[in-house]
C-alpha cells in the first residue's frame, strides 16, 4: 500500500493570481509529477488559459491538511472520507436515543470501546457541537472506519 498525503501546489499565473491546488498523491511524488496534475486541473477548469500562461517553472509544493478535500486525486488512489467521532475516556459515544419513562423524557447515550461503532459524525464541527451537548471532557477523535452509524 502507498503512504500517501495531501500536497498544496501553488502555480504562479502570469496574467493575475496565483492558483493553490490541493493534490492528494503518494508521498514519494516528484515535485514534477505534483505540477503536472495541478497544471492539468487548472488547464480544464479554466479553457482561456494556456500552459504557456502558468509559471510552472517556479511551483511551489506544500504539504496540505489532511483535513482537506483534495482538488485532484492522483490516479490508482481514492481519498479516504474524514469522519470524526466523540470520545470520553475510553469510550466511544455510539448513539444516542430518545427514551420516555412514566413521567421523565430524556435522550440517553450509549458508548462503545469500539471505535468501529462509534456515532460519525461528516465535519470535525458537527462533532464539536455534539462533544459540547454532551459532555465538555469529551475529545473529537478521527476515526479510520466502521460502520455506517447515525
Known amino acids: 500500500m502507498k503512504k500517501t498525503q495531501n500536497f498544496e501546489v501553488t502555480i504562479d499565473e502570469l496574467v493575475y493570481e496565483p492558483h493553490i491546488i490541493t493534490v492528494y498523491a503518494p508521498k514519494n511524488a516528484t515535485d514534477e509529477e505534483l505540477t503536472q496534475l495541478a497544471t492539468n486541473y487548472i488547464l480544464t477548469h ?4 494556456t500552459r ?7 511551483a511551489v509544493i506544500e504539504v496540505g491538511s489532511e483535513q ?12 479516504p472520507k ?11 459515544a455510539q448513539a444516542v ?11 440517553e447515550v450509549t458508548y462503545s ?3 468501529k461503532d462509534a456515532k460519525q459524525f461528516p465535519t470535525y464541527e458537527a462533532a464539536s457541537e455534539f462533544a ?3 459532555n ?15
Open 136 to 150: 465538555p471532557a469529551c475529545e473529537v477523535v478521527r476515526l479510520t472506519g466502521g460502520a455506517e452509524n447515525d
Open 97 to 107: 436515543r430518545h427514551v420516555v419513562e412514566i413521567d421523565d423524557e430524556f435522550d
Open 46 to 49: 479554466n479553457p482561456v488559459l
Open 132 to 134: 459540547k451537548w454532551l
Open 52 to 58: 504557456r500562461d502558468l509559471a510552472t517553472d517556479s
Open 68 to 79: 482537506e478535500t483534495p482538488d485532484v486525486v492522483a490516479e490508482g488512489l481514492t481519498k
Open 82 to 92: 474524514s469522519i470524526f467521532g466523540v470520545q470520553l475516556g475510553l469510550k466511544y
Open 113 to 115: 470501546s469500539n471505535s
